[in-house]
């Protein structure tokens, strides 16, 4: 999580670009996402950049100078503006530089989603992708494996989405495959998709069920979620036939679990006392 003084640093930084990209076409938006997570990509690789970057012995402008030298005529002037505005903030240790600069990554592909409308798209196609993986025990060692190269993982994603899903949910998943702000593959791609629903203003409910809901059903308890949590509720839906019946269901961190599962097992420690 990040710190105050790094999350100053952050919104300094969405400010710079939200000022500089106001009227930017979602291609556009989506290059400049790209080259924000390739410089993410050069922060992890170099820990020794990140230190020098978050050097507090250093002025904020000298480090903005220092990135705009190695930045300058390489990458886009909104993205060296946005990236130096990031790096004169203050940062409690180097790594949260290198969250920051994902975490801003990660938004700049959700703005070119919205901006191009396939953002509910890509919400719910980054949740199957999880189920996929979830459910294939092969691809997620994998997918997982931090010590097989990035590229090599990327390529299979490539080949796996191609023509399937919207080019951000791509992105995203090669932003998970990285390891999300620190996370577990599995785990970037759950973050990803709640960040991808609160730009959307929605709240995720992760429901687990031993059949499929009826389009009634879903909507019913859409909308007794959305009462409860007084906003909108985008429903992640798993069919688990091993729960027997009932549903779970799972908000945040709060965890309404009425299966069939869950009493059984209830009934079997409560016999076992």
Do not use: C, H, W
């Amino acid at each position: 999580m990040a710190s105050s003084v790094s999350q100053q640093a952050y919104n300094s930084a969405v400010e710079k670009l939200a000022a500089e990209t106001g009227t930017a076409t979602a291609a556009q938006l989506a290059m400049v996402a790209d080259e924000i997570l390739s410089v993410a990509s050069l922060l992890r690789a170099q820990p020794g950049l990140r230190r020098a970057l978050t050097d507090p012995s250093r002025a904020g402008d000298e480090r903005a100078q220092l990135l705009r030298s190695l930045l300058a005529g390489k990458l886009a002037q909104t993205t060296v503006d946005t990236l130096t505005a990031l790096v004169a903030g203050r940062f409690s240790k180097p790594t949260e530089l290198l969250d920051v600069t994902e975490r801003l990554g990660a938004e700049v592909v959700l703005r070119s989603a919205e901006k191009a409308g396939t953002l509910a798209d890509v919400e719910d196609e980054l949740f199957r992708f999880g189920q996929i993986v979830a459910g294939n025990p092969e691809l997620a060692v994998t997918l997982s494996d931090p010590g097989a190269p990035t590229s090599r993982r990327v390529k299979l994603v490539e080949d796996l989405l191609k023509g399937k899903a919207q080019p951000a949910t791509v992105r995203l998943v090669e932003v998970a495959l990285e390891g999300f702000l620190g996370r577990s593959f599995d785990s970037s791609l759950t973050r990803l998709v709640e960040l991808t629903a609160a730009k959307r203003d929605r709240e995720v409910a992760y429901v687990t069920v031993a059949r499929p809901l009826s389009d009634a059903d879903e909507q019913a308890l859409a909308a007794k979620l959305s009462d409860l949590y007084d906003r909108p509720v985008s429903l992640k839906i798993d069919v688990d036939p091993s729960i027997i019946g009932g549903v779970s269901v799972r908000v945040g961190s709060d965890l309404y679990d009425g299966t069939i599962l869950r009493r059984l097992n209830a009934a079997r420690q409560a016999f076992a006392k």
